[in-house]
């Protein structure tokens, strides 16, 4: 009984010996365990807080975008190719943005290319390109069809009129048409300038003929000479073919005709010469007057004429005139 009770006594003290280092090797532990956790928590204090706040907004991002894809979701409506498209966009302000760009898209639709009053250089440069509009004004592709018959002064409105399109910016279409335009017009306005020219010249003719009758001749002779003599013969052309407003050439102009006729008469002293010569001019002058003075001795009643009478004294003032000229 005492070896029982001496066995068990040793057995229960091994035991508690046993548990005694067992439990002070696990205390051990559990206080290396606990200092190395707590020395790397010291240690990686901010890393840890770090990965928490992480945590934290990917918990709520995740929360954001599982509203924004319900919410593309309900624009969407069922349609799966907007949804796809709803999906391209990452905030709800993305979405909002394209929405309005494509209301301002379809409200301009259809509607021409415009330039505001302050538009930019880049916006000018932009529009011009894409309207066809050259950098310089003379290079304006807008041209005189071809068989219209341009005079200078169309060609100074043509000059004109591309550099103010240029600096307006105006679409090359409607310049066109509105050259289209003046070139009808200008066509139009010239034939009939010249029917009323032709109109003109033989209403002015018929009306010299009849006041001038015989003289009609000299009187346009010595208007000729008298012009040619002074102008020469291509200022005198130059001068003949000047268009009045009406389409008339100054040629045509009864007054002045009946003018220049008279300064000829009172130069050369006679209209029914053609060559202008002074001494030729002379001579005729002389023959009119010799001619006259013989009806004293075969019709003296004729002579003193107030007809006859007159011509002698005109004839007298235009011999005493070419007398002058010839000192």
């Known amino acids: 009984m005492a070896d029982e009770n001496t066995t068990a006594g040793q057995e229960s003290q091994q035991t508690s010996e046993t548990q005694t280092a067992q439990n002070s090797d696990t205390s051990t532990a559990t206080q290396s365990t606990g200092a190395d956790t707590t020395s790397t928590t010291t240690e990686s204090t901010g890393t840890v807080e770090s990965r928490g706040e992480d945590t934290t907004a990917d918990a709520d991002s995740g929360a954001d975008k599982g509203e924004l894809q319900r919410f593309r979701e309900q624009l969407a409506g069922g349609d799966a190719g907007l949804l796809k498209q709803l999906e391209r966009h990452k905030s709800v302000e993305s979405i909002s943005k394209s929405f309005k760009e494509a209301r301002n898209a379809a409200k301009s639709a259809g509607k021409p290319l415009t330039l505001g009053e302050k538009a930019t250089p880049e916006e000018v440069k932009a529009y011009r390109e ?43 279409r409607a310049a066109g048409a509105a050259l289209e335009w003046y070139q009808d017009f200008a066509t139009e306005q010239r034939q009939a ?21 015989g003289e009609y001749d000299g009187n346009i002779n010595a208007a000729a000479e008298l012009m040619t003599s002074q102008l020469g013969e291509e200022g005198f052309e130059k ?29 050369y002293g006679g209209t029914s010469i053609v060559s202008g010569d002074v001494e030729t001019t002379a001579k005729t002058v002389q023959d009119q007057i010799d001619e006259l003075l013989k009806l004293r001795e075969t ?7 107030d007809d006859v009478q007159g011509k002698i004294t005109k004839l007298y003032e235009q011999r005493a005139k070419i007398n002058a000229r010839k000192k």
């Open 239 to 267: 001068m003949m073919g000047l268009r009045l407003m009406d389409g008339s050439r100054l040629q045509d102009n009864v007054a002045f005709v009946k003018m220049m006729a008279q300064l000829g008469s009172d130069y």
């Open 130 to 172: 894409a309207m066809g509009i050259p950098d310089d004004a003379k290079d304006y592709p807008v041209a005189f069809r071809e068989g219209f018959k341009a005079t200078d002064r169309d060609g100074a409105i043509l000059d004109s009129f591309k550099a103010y399109l240029h600096d307006k910016n105006a679409d090359p």
């Open 299 to 305: 019709d003296e009643k004729k002579y003193f004429s």
């Open 193 to 213: 300038l010249d029917g009323n020219l032709a109109k003109v010249a033989k209403d002015t003719q018929s009306t010299l003929r009849n006041e001038w009758g």
